[in-house]
């Protein structure tokens, strides 16, 4: 994300998250470091960014989901059955991710009325998905069933 704010995709960057030391600051680029509540952070974004090389069901997609912010993703893991049809997905290697990275940002901030309405889909999806206590109560019930086939 730090090469696609340098070739010049909009915005102020907001990084969140441990192990920034040692990334560069100061311009457009925020080090913010570990948020315990990212939730004001999501309300207040034009985006979530999500470069990882990795996810299987990234949370912080999932809260951003939630709060309606919208997302622009790797096609990873477990990313496309969160996001795909409402946000933004791209292709690429590490080395060739970073323009269709910063062409989706670019995309999702020029087209605000196209972006808004993949975010009220995607709050309609998570609207869907298990609170915290129903999750805990299934994996519990789960958990359980396996002690006893024992």
């Known amino acids: 994300m730090l090469q696609a704010a340098a070739e010049g995709a909009p915005g102020q960057w907001a990084l969140l998250g441990p192990g920034q030391e040692a990334l560069p600051a100061g311009g457009e680029l925020h080090r913010l470091g570990e948020v315990r509540d990212v939730s004001p952070w999501l309300l207040a974004a034009d985006a979530l960014v999500v470069p990882s090389e990795w996810e ?23 990313l496309p059955d969160l996001v795909d049809g ?46 915290l206590e129903e999750s805990a109560t299934r994996w519990t019930l789960r958990y359980r069933a396996l002690s006893d086939v024992t």
Not at 56 to 75: D, I, K
């Open 56 to 78: 299987a069901r990234a949370l912080v997609v999932q809260e951003a989901m939630a709060a309606g912010t919208p997302v622009v993703a790797r096609r990873v893991g477990g």
């Open 86 to 131: 409402v946000g933004l997905l791209v292709e690429g290697d590490d080395d060739l991710v970073v323009g269709p990275l910063a062409r989706a940002v670019t995309a999702t901030l020029e087209h605000p009325d196209r972006a808004a309405a993949a975010a009220a889909r995607a709050r309609q999806r998570a609207a869907t998905w298990d609170g």
